[in-house]
């Protein structure tokens, strides 16, 4: 069963900017913020999408990863 992985709380640390610091950039709710790093959204709108990208510098690509594969959420 194929599904895709939020890659943020990668993302943040790599960068060293908080959930908190990257709610306040792009006006996202801490929150929402907070289930996309535990990966448990479940939609996620196109708006905060873009904002995250560019608040991160970074491409759509670079947030989420495809997984093919039999490994399921849990085991990450």
């Known amino acids: 069963m194929s599904w895709v992985e939020i890659m943020l709380e990668n993302i943040l ?13 792009t006006q996202i709710r801490p929150s929402t913020i907070n289930e996309m790093c535990n990966n448990t959204s479940k939609m996620i709108p196109l ?30």
Do not use: P, Y
């Open 47 to 76: 708006e905060n999408i873009a904002s995250i990208c560019v608040a991160l510098e970074i491409e759509i690509s670079d947030l989420f990863k495809l997984h093919n594969d039999e490994t399921k959420k849990e085991e990450l």
């Open 13 to 25: 640390t790599s960068k060293d900017i908080s959930r908190r610091e990257l709610a306040r950039k």
